[in-house]
């Protein structure tokens, strides 16, 4: 049967895909209400949430999925008119959605491997299939020998679960307490390597670098959730041991975090920086999950829900620039506001929500998660100070150097944004802004 609807998707004239091509996002939307409206009533009238694994932390990050996804589609319209490869690009985004959809909502924890390490294989597709320089190949291999070296120890901890306690279901996780400091490493290392976290890091920036505009969007939008999602699980049934030793992380990840975002002033390449600053804001929700209190629960996934929107739409600014000059350097992405005054209050909405300005959602989870570090520890402060007081340097830093100056000589035509480049930036800013707003709903299910 699958192999039948392969066949049939790739038989698709090219013609009829772009006529469609509307009509696969509004199939996306349709499907995003759906799902919304079928586990509300699940959750607050049948109560089956434990059965179908569709709480409020599965729910944001399905939901998250669902509408990177539709962007993506709407941000490579550029494919759909040069006709690369349409009919499986489609056919890779479908199957990244299902393999993200499974993931976050089975409670099984080998099931959660199984989808967590199948949707790296298409996520790899787009960087290889679509990315732009030969330099591709060693990105997609930094980004799956990263991965999957450290999830093999994560496969062996399950098992060892799984021959001790004869269940492996994570919402009986709880009733457990496992004292093993071997056992709590082979863990949480595939997550922290997911985030990612700083000295395993590396993978992430040339991913971002090599990949399209849709490899970037799921990438910072979804993958990097994933880690953050595991650990919120997972930390549970660990939590003796995470007591003990988790301060290895908290601080790593704070210093790390701020020579990150002292690394994204040295950056000419507009993705690179945004990889890097992915990076720094990661390390706080890191962070913020190892103090193992309420706030830091709560502020890593309001943090992480906002970051996927933000940063997304960060991408798909450097790729609209990237699709008139051909270039990612700053160097040559100058004086912007000359060309595309109107993509310059996009560039400064989704730079401002980047430093966590308020509505946005960044600035509800970084306030959640610097109240959880300073409850945790006082000396952590200084740390988070730099981190924030940076990460506006190097947003503001990125915003004036594109969009302010003399622009580049060697520019000889450009074309204003498209309404799809509009709307598609709305969609990302909206969510992002307009979501506090029911805050509370995040802060019940902790």
Request: glycine letters at 6%.
């Amino acid at each position: 049967m699958l192999k039948f609807l392969m066949m049939m998707i790739f038989m698709i004239p090219l013609s009829f895909l772009k006529k469609m091509f509307w009509m696969v996002q509004m199939m996306l939307i349709l499907m995003m209400f759906i799902f919304m409206n079928i586990t509300v009533k699940i959750n607050y009238f049948c109560n089956m949430s434990y059965m179908f694994g569709c709480d409020m932390l599965s729910f944001g990050l399905i939901l998250l999925s669902i509408w990177i996804c539709l962007l993506m589609i709407m941000a490579s319209e550029n494919l759909f008119k040069l006709g690369f490869y349409i009919n499986f690009f489609i056919f890779n985004i479908i199957l990244l959605l299902i393999m993200l959809f499974l993931t976050f909502s089975v409670m099984n924890m080998f099931m959660f491997y199984l989808f967590f390490e199948s949707s790296l294989i298409p996520t790899l597709m787009l960087i290889i299939g679509w990315g732009y320089q030969p330099e591709r190949i060693q990105a997609g291999m930094y980004l799956l020998f990263y991965t999957l070296f450290a999830s093999l120890p994560l496969l062996m901890g399950i098992f060892y679960v799984f021959m001790n306690q004869n269940y492996i279901m994570i919402y009986f996780m709880k009733f457990l307490n496992l004292n093993l400091y071997l056992l709590y490493f082979s863990m949480i290392m595939a997550f922290l390597v997911k985030m990612p976290m700083y000295f395993v890091h590396l993978w992430l920036p040339k991913a971002h670098v090599e990949a399209p505009v849709s490899g970037s969007m799921i990438l910072a939008g979804v993958m990097l959730k994933l880690g953050g999602y595991g650990l919120l699980r997972l930390m549970i049934f660990i939590q003796e041991v995470g007591l003990k030793l988790n301060f290895i992380w908290i601080n790593i990840s704070l210093l790390g975090g701020f020579y990150i975002s002292l690394k994204c002033f040295c950056q000419v390449d507009m993705k690179s920086l945004i990889a890097y600053s992915s990076v720094a804001h990661m390390s706080i929700v890191i962070s913020g999950i190892m103090t193992m209190n309420n706030w830091g629960f709560i502020g890593a996934y309001i943090l992480m829900i906002g970051h996927g929107l933000c940063s997304s739409g960060m991408f798909c600014l450097a790729n609209i620039s990237y699709e008139r000059l051909h270039s990612r350097s700053l160097f040559i992405n100058k004086g912007m506001m000359n060309f595309m005054p109107s993509m310059s209050l996009w560039w400064f909405l989704l730079m401002s929500s980047n430093m966590a300005a308020p509505p946005s959602l960044n600035l509800m989870g970084e306030i959640s998660l610097i109240n959880s570090l300073l409850s945790w520890s006082w000396v952590s402060m200084i740390m988070l100070m730099m981190i924030s007081f940076f990460s506006a340097g190097y947003s503001l830093y990125l915003y004036s150097y594109v969009q302010h100056g003399k622009f580049y000589s060697g520019l000889y035509s450009y074309y204003s944004g498209v309404s799809r480049e509009y709307l598609l930036l709305l969609l990302h800013w909206l969510p992002l802004n307009i979501v506090i707003l029911k805050v509370d709903c995040f802060m019940i299910w902790f």
